[in-house]
């Protein structure tokens, strides 16, 4: 459940662990352990930005029909 709360978080937004961490309610090194997952998975994609790893969902067919699928799951949908 957290993996799929953190993808579907990433497919609306790019963030940093700690954003992450806090949009989840976990410790910054469980959300690293769940992107590293993620990405190892080809389902997120990073990028360098001084400092800071910013994540997000990776521009991928099959990133897209988990989105989706998460969403007609837990029958939410993406923010406006």
């Known amino acids: 459940p957290s993996r799929l709360r953190i993808f579907w978080l990433l497919c609306?937004?790019?963030e940093c662990v700690t954003d992450i961490a806090e949009y989840a309610g976990m410790s910054s090194p469980a959300v690293s352990h769940h992107l590293r997952l993620l990405k190892t998975a080809?389902?997120?994609t990073s990028r360098r930005e001084g400092k800071e790893m910013?994540?997000?969902s990776a521009p991928t067919e099959l990133a897209e029909e988990l989105h989706h699928i998460i969403e007609k799951i837990a029958a939410i949908s993406c923010p406006n």
């Open 12 to 14: 609306h937004t790019e």
């Open 42 to 44: 080809g389902l997120i």
């Open 54 to 56: 910013l994540y997000r």
